[in-house]
Each structure stands twice: as structure tokens, then as C-alpha cells.
């Protein structure tokens, strides 16, 4: 089992995924010239950045992945899309992304389960749980049959699952510490260091709540491949 990783830039990587997920992870990173492949392996992944999901001057690999997405979607392939990624599907399968009209949602915040997610393979037990956010774009129109899972104080559309295998979810469980403190150098926020303490201090919330998520992930992903 293999899952195709698109990174959108450099300090945007699979952070806690990396050891989280316990299977072999195929990086394209398209910002480096690498070619967003036609399919992915056995499961896809698709992380943040820092361009709108419409951007595609700024990032002119995001159509090439915008369709891998839906084609992931279409087939049933076991799909997580953060952030970015989590825009980049919501466009692909006929939802609305746009500038967020209630400013930056950075830090970390509360995100609360919705009652679907009850029973969802991934997020089940979660209930009310700190995460990593910094995002200002909003998905404000999720793709027809999408079933909401999430939401939040400042953006309701926290997650959703469209299908039986695909998630979109607008915060970061990939992020440490270390890289949110990344995302914030050089960011121009007042608040840039109280940010960074208030993240450094949730980290062991952080990484009881979302492990469990990324190894259910991970358990989709190797179920598939051996159906």
C-alpha cells in the first residue's frame, strides 16, 4: 500500500503524518517541477499552501490537481485534502471556495464534531477538539451529497466526507509546533508569538486527538486495497 502525497510548498509538509500514517508516502512536490500524476497509488493525500484555491497563476499545477481529486473521488480512492487541498476538492467536485468574510483563522481553536460524524471512520470520538488553523479562504458551498462533519466558531465548514473515502478538512492535524512557528516567520501578525505558545502548549492534545485519525486513515486506505 502506497498513498501519493501532493506538497504544495516547502514548509508545508506531512509533519506528524509522516510517522503517523505507518505506510510508504510517494511526495510530488509540483513547486520543484515534479508532474502531478494522471492517478494516485492505493490513496491520496493532498496538503496546504499558502495560494487561493483559485490561483492557478500563482500555482499552475493546482488544475492538475483539482482533477486528480475528482478522478480520486470518482473511483472510491481513500482521499484526505487539508487546507488548501480541502479547497482544491471542494472546487473540483462543484462546491464554492471563497475569501472568507470573518478574517484569519489562525492558531489553535476549537473545531466540534457535527452528529454524522458519529459513525464516520475517521473522525468518530472526536467530539470537541483543539487543531492547528490558518486559513482565511472558506469553503461557503460544499459539493452536492458532501455530509458535513465539523464545524467551528469563526467558519462552519470544518470537514466533510463526500463518498464513502474522501475527506476535506480546512484545519492542519499535520501541523507541529514547529511547523505553524514556520507559517508565522515572517508573517507580519501582531500576535505571531502569542500564536506560537498557545500551539506549543496544545501540542499533546493535538496529537492525542488527530493520531487516531490519521491511523483510521491509514486502516481505509490498506481495507481498499485489499477489497
Request: net charge negative.
Amino acid at each position: 500500500m502506497r498513498i501519493t502525497v501532493v506538497q504544495h510548498e516547502d514548509e508545508a509538509g506531512l509533519g506528524y503524518l509522516g510517522d503517523w500514517l505507518g505506510l510508504p508516502c510517494d511526495v510530488v512536490r509540483p513547486y520543484l517541477g515534479e508532474e502531478i500524476p494522471a492517478r494516485p497509488a492505493d490513496g491520496l493525500i493532498v496538503l496546504g499552501g499558502a495560494a487561493a484555491a483559485w490561483e492557478d497563476e500563482r500555482s499552475p499545477w493546482q488544475p492538475a490537481t483539482r482533477h486528480l481529486l475528482r478522478r480520486a473521488v470518482d473511483e472510491g480512492t481513500p482521499t484526505l485534502a487539508i487546507c488548501l487541498g480541502a479547497q482544491l476538492m471542494t472546487m473540483a467536485c462543484g462546491g464554492t471556495v471563497e475569501r472568507g468574510t470573518n478574517g484569519l483563522e489562525v492558531g489553535a481553536r476549537e473545531v466540534v464534531a457535527l452528529p454524522a460524524a458519529a459513525d464516520d471512520r475517521l473522525l468518530a470520538g472526536v467530539g470537541t477538539a483543539v487543531t492547528v488553523q490558518y486559513h482565511q479562504d472558506a469553503m461557503t458551498r460544499l459539493p452536492d451529497g458532501a455530509v458535513p462533519l465539523m464545524t467551528g466558531a469563526q467558519y462552519p465548514n470544518q470537514a466533510y466526507r463526500l463518498g464513502e473515502a474522501a475527506w476535506a478538512i480546512q484545519f492542519h492535524p499535520e501541523a507541529t509546533p514547529e511547523i505553524f512557528t514556520s507559517w508565522t516567520d515572517g508573517s507580519g501578525l501582531d500576535a505571531a508569538e502569542e500564536l506560537n505558545t498557545e500551539v506549543k502548549a496544545a501540542e499533546s492534545a493535538l496529537v492525542a486527538t488527530w493520531r487516531p485519525v490519521a491511523e483510521a486513515f491509514a486502516e481505509v486506505v490498506r481495507t481498499a486495497g485489499r477489497a
